[in-house]
């Protein structure tokens, strides 16, 4: 049974840093890509980046590019998203997703956690 854990939200003021994780359990971790989105009250999800299955390609939202950061680590069975310099606009709660397409439509993924929730304050 596949399942994915995040953590490591919180509050943060404007300007501090945050690192999310996802532990991946239940299958082979390279096998496959890996996502984050994320959804704010009253909004569709979005996405907000991804990583391929061999850690080589990522690509990242243009409102998060050069403040955000995804990662993976094969040997703890774990994808990380780094966030740097956040905005109250950043507050949502945040998803990682494991699938076999990498895309930036939220229908490639097959798997999801349940969540972590990020709140910037101003």
């Known amino acids: 049974q596949v399942q994915l854990v995040e953590s490591g939200g919180g509050l943060v003021q404007a300007g501090g840093s945050l690192r999310l994780s996802c532990a991946a359990s239940g299958y082979t971790f390279r096998r496959f890509n890996m996502g984050w989105f994320r959804q704010a009250p009253g909004k569709e999800r979005e996405f907000v980046a991804y990583?391929?299955?061999?850690?080589?390609?990522?690509y990242y939202t243009d409102s998060v590019r050069g403040r955000f950061t995804i990662s993976r680590d094969g040997a703890k069975n774990t994808a990380y998203l780094q966030m740097s310099s956040l905005k109250p606009e950043d507050t949502a709660v945040y998803y990682c997703s494991a699938g076999g397409v990498l895309t930036t439509r939220s229908s490639g993924y097959d798997y999801w956690g349940q969540g972590t929730q990020v709140t910037v304050s101003s």
């Open positions: 990583i391929s299955a061999n850690g080589v390609s990522a």
